[in-house]
């Protein structure tokens, strides 16, 4: 099922470095690593509609008007524990840009979120969220995530991941058919445990190194 309601990032560069990444061989910091590079590259495709206006600056050689991003409120959004590995690579681009963390568990019966922690920047509302998280699997936990988020009535939401299911990608968008998805991959399935395949395995798992 196509959804058009999603971008799949297929630069040569996220590609390779996303095969890494799935093997099972791939140590912890040369996932991590990968993840950092991989996190930039989408912040690249995320933010390239950024409206821009022109300042007067002056070059060692004289002076121009030049190009600065049209007073963004950017506000990067981590679903923990694993958001956090694609959170420090966009940063890295996007240093100014403030924080927030959602913490959501899924229950291992019922596969539905649980929450619990929330915590966000002032101003909301004057805001434009990116929210990120490796794996979009089920769906659930980044719809409630985004529920969570909209009630705080920011300016526009888009939801970054690695990988995502088609099931995920269903969930998802009949949530919230208003948020943009950016994603490197869409897989084949869920298993029947609600993981991803062929998938890279639990993301936060291979981030932190436990199990």
């Keep these: 099922m196509a959804h058009k309601n999603c971008t799949v990032i297929d630069h040569p560069l996220v590609q390779h470095k996303l095969s890494i990444m799935r093997m099972e061989e791939?140590?912890?910091?040369?996932?991590?690593?990968?993840l950092r590079e991989v996190s930039m590259l989408l912040a690249y495709e995320v933010t390239r509609d950024?409206?821009?206006?022109?300042?007067?600056?002056?070059?060692?050689l004289?002076?121009?008007?030049?190009?600065?991003?049209?007073?963004?409120?950017?506000?990067?959004?981590?679903?923990?524990r694993a958001g956090n590995g694609i959170l420090d690579?966009?940063?890295?681009?996007?240093?100014?840009?403030?924080?927030?963390?959602?913490?959501?568990?899924?229950?291992?019966?019922?596969?539905?979120p649980?929450?619990?922690y929330f915590k966000m920047p002032p101003e909301m509302s004057q805001r434009d969220v990116i929210v990120v998280d490796p794996m979009l699997a089920t769906g659930n936990s980044a719809a409630a995530a985004i529920s969570?988020?909209?009630?705080m009535a920011p300016l526009s939401i888009k939801f970054v991941c690695l990988i995502a299911s088609p099931e995920g990608l269903d969930v998802f968008t009949g949530a919230h058919?208003?948020?943009?998805?950016?994603?490197?991959?869409?897989?084949?399935?869920?298993?029947?445990?609600?993981?991803?395949?062929?998938?890279?395995?639990?993301?936060?798992?291979?981030?932190?190194?436990?199990?």
């Design 50 to 60: 950024l409206p821009l206006t022109k300042v007067d600056i002056t070059t060692p």
């Design 148 to 151: 969570r988020i909209k009630s």
């Design 114 to 116: 649980v929450e619990y």
């Design 177 to 211: 058919p208003d948020v943009h998805v950016y994603t490197a991959s869409i897989d084949e399935k869920l298993d029947e445990h609600g993981y991803i395949l062929p998938g890279l395995g639990d993301a936060g798992d291979r981030i932190y190194g436990t199990k």
């Design 89 to 112: 690579g966009m940063l890295e681009l996007i240093p100014s840009a403030r924080v927030g963390h959602i913490g959501l568990y899924r229950d291992p019966q019922t596969l539905a």
């Design 26 to 34: 791939t140590s912890c910091a040369e996932f991590r690593r990968l």
């Design 62 to 80: 004289t002076k121009m008007r030049a190009p600065v991003i049209d007073g963004k409120k950017i506000t990067l959004v981590s679903i923990l």
